[in-house]
């Protein structure tokens, strides 16, 4: 990872990073044994936000974003989203709540279709219970024919008719990629958690996939928490960067700002340049 090659493509000057919160992390904690993964984690990221974590491997932001999944509980601080203290929900619930994650490893359905696959995500939101889809009330009915209509607009924004009816197994990862990114978007999330969405894409589905990225937001007003060590994506989509070392916060600002902090600058090539 060459961070003195990043470009950083600067903020969007109509998100306003000093606006109220959709998400607050506050004096986050988590240690595991003898070991402490977070020390004190402090940000915000505020409403149509597309804020970038990065960090040298074993920085603690796939423990980070666990957190924030509900995966893991902090032994102190807390997490608010759009005012609600998470650790008031199960991981279940999140969908519901307003956020979706995609993760490192595609996580698809291999055998299902992407139409399958997407139609999943909308599931997740769903209104009718197993009874009213057991009994096929025309409630149940109504909620079908509307997460049929949603993935079907979300594999023609995607680019995924001519693959809409074979098994997401059979695709290429940069495809699949996609997929995940119509699955999570069809739960009409808020806060869209990426786990290095980058990582196994080549130079052009990189490119493709910061020009989606920003689509993604500038289209829903979505905020975007992304973990990525393609440094070159994260300064050229991010409003925010956030860096952490060891567990800690080392700087947190514009792109062009934490590209240039001392400690960024020493946690990734080893001196203060």
Do not use: W
Request: aromatic share 4%; with cysteine; net charge neutral.
């Amino acid at each position: 990872m060459e961070l003195a090659e990043a470009k950083a493509g600067g903020a969007d000057e109509g998100v306003d990073l000093l606006a109220p919160a959709l998400l607050a992390v506050s004096g986050l904690t988590i240690r595991f044994g003898g070991v402490t993964a977070l020390q004190d984690v402090s940000f915000e990221v505020a409403h149509g936000a597309i804020c970038g974590l990065i960090g040298p491997n074993g920085a603690g932001k796939t423990t980070l974003f666990n957190c924030i999944s509900r995966l893991y509980d902090p032994g102190a601080g807390s997490i608010t989203f759009d005012g609600h203290p998470l650790a008031s929900f199960a991981r279940h619930e999140l969908a519901s709540l307003g956020i979706a994650r995609t993760f490192q490893n595609v996580a698809l359905f291999a055998t299902m279709t992407v139409r399958e696959n997407v139609c999943v995500g909308a599931h997740a939101i769903a209104r009718g219970g197993f009874l009213a889809n057991a009994l096929a009330t025309p409630l149940a009915r109504r909620e079908e024919l509307r997460i049929a209509e949603r993935a079907d607009a979300l594999i023609e924004e995607f680019g995924l008719k001519g693959v809409a009816d074979r098994p997401a197994g059979a695709l290429s990862f940069g495809v699949r990629k996609r997929v995940e990114l119509a699955r999570a978007l069809a739960k009409g999330p808020k806060l869209l958690l990426l786990d290095e969405p980058a990582g196994g894409l080549n130079h052009s589905e990189v490119d493709g996939l910061a020009d989606e990225i920003r689509a993604i937001r500038d289209r829903r007003g979505v905020a975007v928490l992304l973990v990525e060590h393609h440094m070159n994506l994260v300064m050229r989509v991010s409003d925010q960067v956030v860096a952490l070392d060891f567990g800690r916060v080392i700087a947190n600002g514009r792109p062009d700002e934490v590209r240039a902090n001392r400690e960024v600058v020493r946690a990734y090539l080893g001196s203060a340049g």
